[in-house]
């Protein structure tokens, strides 16, 4: 009766050489290929670097200046700007300026990618159930897997660096979007869509006039979900060397200094904050046309 | 205007039968499968059967039914956004069930404009960018396409409103942005799929005269869906009542009035404004040979409704009913007038 009370598993020594066979394939691997992937990353590489560098670099007031435009232009409301202005301020008074410009330029590129990937992504699962139900189970692996468990095999093939962070992020940020993207799509109002094909749309016509126009709103929430996750990555990232206001804090955490952590967690709250209010008020602005005026 | 001539549409022994096999169906239904034994034996929908309808260059044809009669499938087969399970739809003499995709695609750009029930405007275009959305997808270059869309603005009265956005507009004035949209085509047929079937009663009369006025002067060939009899009435050239997938009488407005095909059409007529539908050809008496000849006239083809107008206003006892050239066809007086505006036979 021992199976009865004791799972009966695999014997140790096969298990053992399971794991064997399989952390040696994949170093074998890496050593044979290591060097060509990390080749194949150089351009994020040196896309990362010259962000960094344009954002430290800058002087403070010239970067401020940008920002605040740039919330100007997206809201077009003197309460976001002025948010933003105090945000900023604040960091910088209490001398977080450079990690958080680090951080940002670090938020920024991840953005950008997730956003060069997952929308094509996103339409391309819309457009097929087949690869709908292809890539779901996939972007759940991605949203529930620790991320630690995946640093392990991103660090053994590029190292500890900028863009083994950088692909921890991206995973971790990247399903919202893809995600909203095949909702949005999806929900684009079938009438419409009649319609368009009524007047002999081309596929592309369809995709360009109608469907991402319509699903706009829906991607915007999911642009801004994939900052949201990407500013809560970046403590996890800068056990891998990526740095920014995530390695104060895990100084803070390893040494228990209270304040010190407080500090750059409320710097990273700032401009979570700043980017969410601007990209939602830069939402809403686009949607002003929806406005019913006329009942 | 296309100058080239038109040939109208055809379509020949249409059958359309929603299911995974259709087509097996088809000659089952040909020998007298009934709609209910086909959903009852194989859970398939009869759409439509042996659908044949005539519809000439130039005129506007209705298709009149309730709803789940088939008349919405059945003007998706004309553009083939439904493709038919057999039959043939011919639009100037080519079969639209043949084309491939490219073809199709030219089709639908050059050929037919539609207008749709539920507007189906793009609610992030103002109403200039909506109107010439069948032209840009043409390739049209946009001076061109706002020209042309500028032009059908004004023609349907939406002068001023080029910049707002469909959401900004009330029904009757998004459906003027559909039929401008549906005209700046230029496409010799024109699909109205109850076009006018989600507007208040005035403004559905009112946009009925905007498209009789236009068709007037651009001579399309249209093909009107409607579950309103009045309004088929109003505007068919020719009707055809749709029931359950088949046609069961195609006529004129008179035809449909005086001679219902069966008593599901009867039970229709009833409700009809007869004096405003039939013609006073069709209760005129033969002119007495001692008729007093300077008597009033009327043309023919006018309403019982303004026969009787002219002899309520005027002093005469009768009215003589005369053709374009002036020559008497009958004689018409307020009593037979009256008796046939109210009665039933």
């Known amino acids: 009766m021992d199976w009865f009370f004791k799972f009966p598993h695999m014997n140790d020594d096969s298990l053992r050489n399971l794991k064997k066979v399989i952390d040696e394939g994949f170093r074998a691997f890496t050593r044979a290929y290591g060097d060509a992937i990390e080749g194949l990353f150089a351009p994020l590489q040196h896309f990362l670097i010259a962000a960094e560098r344009f954002m430290t670099k800058t002087p403070w007031p010239i970067i401020m200046l940008i920002i605040l435009a740039i919330a100007w232009g997206a809201s077009r409301s003197w309460k976001v700007v002025a948010g933003c202005l105090v945000t900023l301020l604040a960091i910088g008074y209490f001398d977080m300026w450079d990690d958080t410009m680090r951080t940002v330029s670090m938020i920024f590129v991840c953005t950008v990618l997730s956003i060069a990937i997952g929308i094509p992504t996103g339409i391309l699962m819309s457009r097929s159930d087949r690869m709908q139900r292809v890539v779901n189970p996939v972007l759940d692996v991605m949203q529930t897997m620790p991320s630690f468990v995946y640093l392990i095999p991103v660090v053994m093939l590029l190292g500890i660096g900028k863009v083994p962070g950088l692909i921890a992020v991206v995973i971790y940020a990247i399903p919202p979007m893809i995600r909203l993207t095949d909702l949005g799509i999806r929900l684009v109002d079938k009438d419409v869509l009649e319609a368009a094909d009524a007047f002999g749309s081309s596929s592309w016509q369809k995709l360009k006039n109608v469907q991402l126009p319509l699903a706009l709103p829906t991607i915007m929430a999911g642009i801004n979900q994939t900052i949201m996750m990407a500013l809560a990555m970046v403590v996890i990232a800068s056990m891998i060397g990526v740095q920014g206001l995530g390695q104060p804090v895990l100084k803070a955490i390893a040494n228990q200094y209270f304040t010190l952590g407080i500090f750059n967690g409320l710097a990273i709250v700032g401009i979570a904050i700043i980017f969410d209010r601007v990209s939602q008020a830069y939402g809403k602005r686009l949607q002003k046309h929806r406005e019913v005026v006329h009942g | ?345």
């Open chain 2, 1 to 345: 205007m296309a100058d080239h001539h038109f040939d109208g549409i055809r379509i020949r022994n249409l059958y359309k039968i929603f299911g995974p096999n259709a087509a097996s169906h088809v000659e089952a239904v040909r020998n007298g499968l009934s709609k209910t034994e086909l959903n009852a034996q194989f859970g398939h929908v009869l759409g439509l059967k042996d659908i044949n309808i005539e519809m000439p260059s130039g005129c506007i044809q209705v298709i009149m039914g309730l709803s789940g009669s088939g008349k919405s499938t059945l003007i998706r087969h004309i553009n083939r956004l439904i493709d038919p399970t057999a039959g043939e739809v011919l639009v100037n003499g080519v079969d639209v069930v043949k084309m491939n995709e490219m073809e199709l695609r030219e089709f639908r750009r050059h050929q037919t404009a539609m207008v749709f029930q539920k507007f189906a405007l793009l609610p992030h275009r103002n109403v200039l960018d909506n109107t010439l959305y069948g032209l840009e997808v043409q390739g049209v270059e946009r001076a061109k396409a706002v020209d042309t869309a500028m032009r059908w603005i004004e023609r349907v009265g939406l002068k001023g409103f080029e910049s707002k956005y469909p959401n900004q507009l009330s029904g009757g004035m998004q459906q003027r942005v559909g039929l401008a949209r549906a005209l700046s085509n230029d496409a010799p047929v024109l699909l109205m799929d109850e076009a006018y079937s989600a507007l208040d009663p005035l403004i559905r009369m009112d946009m009925q005269t905007v498209l009789l006025d236009l068709q007037k002067e651009i001579k399309k060939t249209v093909v009107f869906i409607t579950h309103d009899l009045d309004e088929a009435l109003r505007l068919g050239d020719q009707i055809a009542i749709l029931r359950d997938g088949e046609v069961i009488q195609q006529g004129t407005s008179q035809d449909i009035v005086l001679r219902p095909a069966d008593a599901y059409i009867a039970n229709f007529v009833k409700e009809v404004n007869r004096g405003r539908v039939i013609h006073v050809e069709a209760v005129m008496a033969p002119v007495a040979p001692d008729h007093p000849v300077n008597g009033a006239t009327l043309l023919a083809g006018s309403s019982i409704e303004d026969a009787i107008k002219v002899l309520a206003h005027g002093d005469a006892k009768d009215l003589i009913v005369v053709n374009p050239a002036g020559m008497p066809l009958g004689v018409v007086d307020l009593k037979t007038l009256a008796s046939a505006a109210v009665t039933n036979n």
